[in-house]
């Protein structure tokens, strides 16, 4: 198809196939086709390139197609492509880019919410455990007013710190992601 097309955006004539079948059953198909000549002062030259043995007569005319671009490409010192191939390979290495970065996203988000709810039960069992102390120190009668008081607000300060380094890594992920889109 590719053949046809490129012949005609030549403005060449269009190319015709003929195939045979060896007694194997493989198919053998010969491409005939028209090329500007290199002599001057001829108009087109007629040029017939056969492809390889194949299983069917589509494939086997794709592959003598394949072998009249190659000559053209060798003759005319160009290099031909199909555009559409080019952009759809390009798109679909985009798509898989953009499918694996995603992935890789979700699994840290996935990451991040664990730590987050891990920080938040930590969080949680430490104020439960504070309460706790203190109550358990006053009916006991142990220690001062103050020492109660300065045990609590260590063990606050050292929430607020672990709260603090959850906040940070939320805010880096957020502006990252604010970043990305």
């Given at each position: 198809?590719?053949?046809?097309?490129?012949?005609d955006d030549l403005g060449l004539p269009n190319a015709r196939y003929s195939s045979y079948v060896h007694e194997d059953g493989e198919v053998l198909a010969i491409v005939t086709f028209y090329s500007?000549?290199?002599?001057?002062?001829?108009?087109?030259?007629?040029?017939?390139?056969?492809?390889?043995?194949?299983?069917?007569?589509?494939?086997?005319?794709?592959?003598?197609?394949?072998?009249?671009?190659?000559?053209?490409?060798?003759?005319?010192?160009?290099?031909?492509?199909?555009?559409?191939?080019?952009?759809?390979?390009?798109?679909?290495?985009?798509?898989?880019?953009?499918?694996?970065?995603?992935?890789?996203?979700?699994?840290?988000?996935?990451?991040?919410?664990?730590?987050?709810?891990?920080?938040?039960?930590?969080?949680?069992?430490?104020?439960?455990?504070?309460?706790?102390?203190?109550?358990?120190?006053?009916?006991?009668?142990?220690?001062?007013?103050?020492?109660?008081?300065?045990?609590?607000?260590?063990?606050?300060?050292?929430?607020?710190?672990?709260?603090?380094?959850?906040?940070?890594?939320?805010?880096?992920?957020?502006?990252?992601?604010?970043?990305?889109?």
């Amino acid at each position: 198809m590719m053949f046809g097309v490129m012949l005609d955006d030549l403005g060449l004539p269009n190319a015709r196939y003929s195939s045979y079948v060896h007694e194997d059953g493989e198919v053998l198909a010969i491409v005939t086709f028209y090329s500007p000549s290199r002599s001057p002062g001829k108009g087109l030259e007629q040029f017939k390139v056969g492809g390889s043995l194949a299983a069917s007569t589509e494939m086997a005319e794709d592959s003598a197609a394949r072998e009249g671009i190659r000559h053209i490409e060798s003759s005319e010192d160009v290099r031909i492509e199909d555009l559409h191939y080019t952009a759809l390979t390009w798109v679909t290495k985009s798509y898989k880019k953009l499918l694996w970065k995603s992935m890789k996203e979700r699994k840290e988000r996935k990451n991040f919410e664990k730590q987050l709810s891990a920080a938040v039960k930590r969080m949680a069992g430490s104020s439960q455990n504070i309460v706790s102390l203190i109550c358990d120190s006053r009916s006991l009668g142990q220690g001062s007013e103050a020492d109660y008081r300065n045990e609590a607000l260590t063990r606050i300060e050292g929430m607020a710190n672990e709260l603090s380094q959850v906040a940070k890594v939320v805010a880096r992920n957020l502006k990252r992601r604010r970043n990305l889109q």
